[in-house]
């Protein structure tokens, strides 16, 4: 019976994903020439827009010449730096806590040895560093290493349980784990992109447009239109 369930799953998951890429397409691979500044981006990521990230992270790398200055720079004047992107009192000192976690570990600013351990070490350790949880690593793990890690943001988060591939009262992380069991890590990057992007178009938080969603016949939570925020 288990392994019928499990099966089952599977095959839940791939049809959302088909129907995900008939929709949306394959997402091309972003490069990611940088793991360190791709991990700061992250950070600068959390609770914000990707518009507010971006501004906050050019700020950033203009304001200071490398990474060292980041790490040596008065707090203060790292948060001036990242204002743009909110929580920036709370941002500044984790950056440079980071920075200065890597730089210990290594002797450099170099995130590239994670690639050669196994995935959950390597996220284990991420996951270590201040205010970095599984979803941030799983995001430098998959985007920059291509290593079999499924970020489980606010959209993946509330789009997967609705559709019933995880239970409704499920974590980010048990939703993180319930994936990477049952589907294939090759699916990983495209199907993170892409519950994202419905996610953001159709199956909004607060009102879901059930009635347009490709995927509706797939979903434990179409018919149930009536009560469309008890999963968010
Ligand atoms: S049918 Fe509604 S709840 Fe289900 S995935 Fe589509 S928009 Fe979201």
Request: aromatic share 6%; with cysteine; charged share 20%.
């Amino acid at each position: 019976m288990a392994q019928a369930s499990s099966d089952d799953l599977t095959a839940h998951i791939a049809q959302v994903h088909q129907r995900l890429l008939e929709a949306y397409g394959k997402p091309a691979r972003r490069g990611c020439s940088d793991p360190v500044g791709s991990l700061v981006q992250t950070i600068l990521s959390q609770n914000t827009s990707d518009v507010n990230t971006a501004r906050a992270y050019a700020s950033l790398r203009a304001a200071f010449p490398d990474w060292r200055a980041v790490m040596t720079a008065p707090t203060e004047a790292v948060a001036d730096a990242i204002r743009s992107g909110g929580l920036a009192n709370q941002k500044a000192p984790r950056i440079q806590a980071v920075l200065r976690a890597i730089y210990e570990t290594r002797g450099a600013f170099d995130l590239n040895w994670l690639a050669d351990l196994p995935v959950e070490e390597a996220r284990r350790w991420l996951s270590s560093l201040p205010g970095v949880g599984n979803k941030t690593a799983s995001i430098v793990l998959l985007f920059c290493f291509d290593m079999p890690a499924f970020p489980v943001d606010t959209h993946v988060h509330r789009v997967t349980r609705r559709l019933g591939l995880a239970p409704a009262n499920a974590s980010p992380d048990q939703v993180m784990r319930i994936i990477e069991a049952h589907a294939p890590p090759d699916w990983f990057y495209p199907l993170h992109l892409n519950l994202i992007r419905h996610g953001r178009a159709v199956c909004k938080a607060q009102k879901p447009r059930c009635n347009a969603c490709i995927l509706a016949d797939l979903c434990a939570f179409a018919g149930n239109l009536s009560r469309p925020q008890r999963v968010q």
